[in-house]
T-cell receptor
Framework: SQQGEEDPQALSIQEGENATMNCSYKTSINNLQWYRQNSGRGLVHLILIRSNEREKHSGRLRVTLDTSKKSSSLLITASRAADTASYFCATLYNQGGKLIFGQGTELSVKP | DTAVSQTPKYLVTQMGNDKSIKCEQN?????MYWYKQDSKKFLKIMFSYNNKELIINETVPNRFSPKSPDKAHLNLHINSLELGDSAVYFC?????????????????FGSGTRLTVV
């Protein structure tokens, strides 16, 4: 299976703290993407990082990519209660054009 | 103006029935997808169409048949529904063309159809 893995599966923090989620994948990729899913809703695209990039920022989000370790991390700084959601990494592999999702991290930010 | 819209939002039906889920995107994207999310939130791709042509067909039972009348629509028809088909089905679209290579855009997802087979 090409499915990646995320850790932790669940993360509970206080408002204002930083949240870090990790993702590992298996074979060479075209890009890696992070999505957020609020309870009962669809997925929302947050950020995309290409295989030749090492770090990317978008607002309070910082994504890193280490292709030698086949891993990525998503950092949410100064978290807010509204950040409570499931976060998924997804990898676009060079073969087949399929976007494969990890199992997600459930983030709970307590006010 | 919903970018990717799916109907219905909820679908409760009995085993053995046939049902359809419709999806439309107004983003002008070339490629559309169906994903299935199970009760553990695991998302698995089912089908992908690029400009009305089927390009990805995962190991999905023949009871599932996608249809794309034009590149803005991708419908999913399910025959002889089984209990195990209960899940949330998401439609998505993107500018990714053909069999690979991203133009640097993410996918846009619909809000999902929660299918419950009883």
């Amino acid at each position: 299976s090409q499915q990646g893995e995320e850790d932790p599966q669940a993360l509970s923090i206080q408002e204002g703290e930083n949240a870090t989620m990790n993702c590992s994948y298996k074979t060479s990729i075209n890009n890696l993407q992070w999505y957020r899913q609020n309870s009962g809703r669809g997925l929302v695209h947050l950020i995309l990082i290409r295989s030749n990039e090492r770090e990317k920022h978008s607002g309070r989000l910082r994504v890193t990519l280490d292709t030698s370790k086949k891993s990525s991390s998503l950092l949410i700084t100064a978290s807010r209660a509204a950040d409570t959601a499931s976060y998924f990494c997804a990898t676009l592999y060079n073969q087949g054009g399929k976007l494969i999702f990890g199992q997600g991290t459930e983030l709970s930010v307590k006010p | 103006d919903t970018a990717v819209s799916q109907t219905p939002k909820y679908l409760v039906t009995q085993m053995g029935n046939d049902k359809s889920i419709k999806c439309e995107q107004n983003l002008g994207h070339d490629t559309m997808y169906w994903y299935k999310q199970d009760s553990k939130k695991f998302l698995k791709i089912m089908f992908s169409y690029n400009n009305k042509e089927l390009i990805i067909n995962e190991t999905v039972p023949n009871r599932f048949s996608p249809k794309s009348p034009d590149k803005a629509h991708l419908n999913l028809h399910i025959n002889s529904l089984e209990l195990g088909d209960s899940a949330v089905y998401f439609c998505a679209s993107s500018q990714i063309g053909g069999t690979g290579g991203s133009h640097g855009y993410g996918y846009t997802f619909g809000s999902g159809t929660r299918l419950t087979v009883v």
